[in-house]
């Protein structure tokens, strides 16, 4: 698949999505979004690749969505459009993700990375919601992803004034994983990537779906759905694998069976 906004890199069994729209710092404009999204879910497919890493450039991870493309549109046009809805498909791929970002990580930019499931961050890198300072809120889940991670206060801070907050400042509040030196955020999060693709993929599907629940559900009915994945498991070669590899002192060689 040929992509104008995005460059995809495959090195087995990790894949590399790089936003690539830098005069604009990454705008995610519909296309790019278009392309975003049938990219990741075709690496969701590959049995090659067991863990995706979203990024951008050393300036911009993505400065939010493309303003220009919507500025003069209509309530009724953005309804229409509803160009939102593809962030959904998003959700819903089943590897792990990792954000790794420098430069702006702003609007729709700080919410992609929100979407990922860790997020390793340069030392430059600045998270924030600015849309309050043009007319709008945050309509990628940016509300609600930041409140769930950082509470009540710091969310409405940051949505109700707009302002940005460092890579460490992230780091503090637990919104960022890790803080490297910007030289090194890419490698360090294909390093992290790789570690996370020697586990079984089947386990790691069902342990991100598992998290990921712990949003959306009672305490109760996150811990039914948690153990019944943890009996599930037990019906794959990787379970037999991983524990009689721990048993014998060896490193589990895992196959997705
Ligand atoms: N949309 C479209 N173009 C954008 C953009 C965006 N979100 N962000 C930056 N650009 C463009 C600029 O227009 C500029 O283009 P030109 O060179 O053609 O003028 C280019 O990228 C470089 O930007 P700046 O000159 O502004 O760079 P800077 O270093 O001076 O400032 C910045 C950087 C502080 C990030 C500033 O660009 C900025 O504030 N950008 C907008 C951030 C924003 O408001 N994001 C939220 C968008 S709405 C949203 O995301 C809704 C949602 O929830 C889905």
Known sequence: MNYHN????????????????????????????????????????DQAIHCLVLTGNEKAFAAGADI?????????????RNNIARWDRIMRVSKPMIAAVSG??????????????????????RFGQPEINIGVIPGAG?????????????TMELVLTGRTMTA????SV???????????????????????????????????????????????????????????LFGSEDQKEGMKAFLEKRKAVFKGK
Do not use: W
Request: charged share 25%.
């Open 142 to 154: 940016g509300t609600q992803r930041l409140a769930r991670t950082l509470g009540k206060y710091k």
């Open 168 to 171: 460490q400042e992230a780091e």
């Open 104 to 125: 702006y990580a702003l609007g729709g930019g700080c919410e992609l990375a929100l979407l990922c499931d860790l997020i390793l961050a340069s030392e430059t890198a």
């Open 6 to 45: 995005i460059l995809v890199s495959t090195e087995p069994p990790i894949a590399i999505v790089t936003l690539n729209r830098p005069k604009v710092l990454n705008a995610l404009n519909s296309e790019l979004m278009a392309e975003l999204v049938e990219a990741l879910e075709a690496l969701d497919q």
């Open 68 to 80: 220009g493309e919507m500025a003069e549109a209509g309530a009724v046009e953005m309804m229409q």
């Open 174 to 232: 637990g919104l960022v994983n890790r803080v490297v030196p910007v030289e090194l955020y890419l490698e360090e999060a294909k390093k992290l990537a790789l570690e996370i693709s020697q586990r079984s993929p089947l386990a790691l599907k069902l342990a991100k779906e598992a998290v990921l629940k712990a949003f959306e559900t009672s305490l109760h009915d996150g811990l039914d759905f948690e153990r019944k994945c943890f009996y599930l």
